[in-house]
């Protein structure tokens, strides 16, 4: 039965064939909030006319037209490969089996030309009319996984796109059984260590994991693109969008204060491997739903212990990655699930 309002909206998406070029969406996901809107530009009429001092109508011309806007949404433990690809412009195409149902993908950073999404939203009106706005050629400029002390793991992906339809027929949303990962099952939290590549996947071996109490952690990506690629006879729409500038990854650590753990490698400059693991209930056999996050090598750019009264001193810590010296990837984003469907 239609309620008229959120409860019945729904966001669903598919990797596109072509850059711009539509598919009809069909992987769905939980999601809290989305605010991707359509946005047009306009050539104002700026001629002085005897007679007339307010600006004509008539010559009024849309002259660009572009998507923006975030969407967040609860980390869960299936059918976030896609976005997942999306936001690294990974290689991954088809989860690799483990054993029985378990199916793993390891995501690193990879060239995004031709990697897009269709992004479609379904929105109610008060009448329970739920309207499709569908958006092509969307790219994630920016992306954020946190983790915080009695919460969920959230995904924030910022998107880019060309343009935005509203003859599309709103798709049949279908969900896959799933989980939502949380702060609880952070099974492995570890800084330091030696990162290697082997059968190209990531490891750390002999980190050491973190005794401070860590209140939550952000980890941070940007990817810029040219997103004003317009030009005389676009049709107010732009090509796609590319790389053209230096791709950040960047964190923050909302710790208790620990001066040998984490603000001695800040005083130090030293370089880090960072290692962060979450899993879930199992899949099959001893293999449980998992997100796996390595960055080899980070640095802690600011870390500011300060007493604010009488409670436990804290401290806000600001790092970044970077690329190591022998060539690891600079993160890797490693998921274990029941996916096995190509992505």
């Known amino acids: 039965m239609a309620t008229g309002t959120g409860l019945d909206a729904q966001v669903g998406f598919k990797l596109e064939s072509t850059w711009g070029t539509p598919v009809v969406v069909d992987k769905f996901v939980e999601f809290d909030s989305e605010g991707l809107a359509w946005t047009p530009t306009f050539v104002e009429p700026t001629g002085l006319r005897v007679g007339q001092k307010f600006k004509r109508g008539s010559r009024l011309v849309r002259s660009r037209e572009t998507v923006e806007g975030d969407v967040t949404m609860q980390f869960a433990t299936r059918t976030m490969g896609t976005l997942v690809k999306a936001m690294l412009g990974s290689a991954v195409t088809t989860p690799t089996v483990i054993a029985g149902s378990a199916y793993k993908q390891v995501h690193t950073p990879g060239d995004f030309v031709g990697k897009s999404l269709t992004v479609q939203v379904?929105?109610?009106?008060?009448?329970?009319?739920?309207?499709?706005?569908?958006?092509?050629?969307?790219?994630?400029?920016?992306?954020?996984?946190a983790v915080s002390d009695g919460e969920t793991a959230t995904l924030k992906l910022t998107l880019d796109g060309q343009t935005e339809l509203t003859a599309t027929a709103l798709a049949t949303a279908s969900f896959v059984t799933s989980e939502v990962f949380n702060f609880s099952q952070v099974t492995v939290f570890k800084l330091g260590g030696t990162a290697s590549t082997a059968a190209g996947e990531v490891s750390v071996a002999s980190g050491v994991t973190v005794t401070t109490i860590i209140k939550g952690i952000t980890i941070t990506g940007t990817t810029p693109l040219a997103t004003e690629r317009y030009g005389l006879g676009n049709a107010r729409q732009k090509a796609e969008q590319l790389e053209n500038d230096t791709p950040t990854i960047t964190g923050t650590l909302d710790a208790e204060f620990n001066r040998t753990e984490v603000y001695d490698l800040f005083k130090a400059n030293t370089a880090t491997?960072?290692?962060?693991?979450?899993?879930?209930?199992?899949?099959?056999g001893s293999d449980k739903n998992t997100l796996h996050i390595i960055i080899p090598e980070i640095h802690f750019k600011t870390a500011a212990p300060n007493v604010d009264g009488p409670d436990v001193v804290q401290m806000s810590v600001d790092f970044e990655g970077y690329q190591d010296a022998?060539?690891?990837a600079p993160i890797q984003v490693k998921l274990i699930s029941a996916d096995s469907a190509a992505l």
């Open 122 to 145: 379904g929105r109610p009106e008060p009448s329970g009319t739920v309207r499709a706005h569908t958006y092509e050629g969307c790219k994630v400029t920016g992306w954020e996984i």
């Open 273 to 284: 491997a960072l290692e962060l693991k979450l899993e879930g209930s199992i899949i099959s």
């Open 326 to 328: 022998t060539g690891n």
